[in-house]
């Protein structure tokens, strides 16, 4: 908001939006984790909040830097080499789920989780 880049409306979730996303990833199917992976929970993270709209104004912004912040959090951001595992390419897969068909969802994880297992394997 400083530079003016963003409103007040900029990130402020909508009646628990996230709160609820967030919640599902605790959820199981058949006994089985319904998102067992941090690839999987990362990919449908970025694409749950680009395309549920949780946030009043922001959400491309806000699931691009939840997306980063989640890899980081759970000690997937960076290769063993030190390399970012998500460039300025991988974050425009934020703007390809935006503009994505909804009936594109399990194609669009699969994209994600791709990327996303492709970079560890390549350290």
């Known amino acids: 908001m400083g530079r003016r ?3 007040e409306l900029f990130a402020r979730d909508r ?10 990833f605790d959820q199981s199917a058949f006994g089985e ?6 690839e999987s929970k990362a990919a449908h993270l970025l694409y749950f909040v680009t395309k549920n709209h949780p946030f009043a104004d922001g ?3 806000s699931a691009a830097f939840l997306f980063v912040d989640f890899l980081h959090r759970n000690g997937r951001l960076l290769s063993a080499t030190g390399e970012p595992v998500i460039n300025d ?5 934020t703007l390809l789920v935006a503009e994505s068909d ?8 699969r994209l994600i989780m791709n990327m996303l297992a ?4 390549s350290t």
């Open 89 to 93: 390419v991988g974050l425009a897969l």
């Open 33 to 38: 984790p319904a998102y067992p992976s941090i």
């Open 102 to 109: 909804p009936t594109n969802k399990e194609t669009m994880i």
């Open 59 to 61: 959400n491309k912004r």
């Open 118 to 121: 492709s970079e560890s394997s």
């Open 15 to 24: 009646h628990d939006g996230l709160a609820a996303l967030l919640g599902n």
């Open 5 to 7: 880049e963003a409103t």
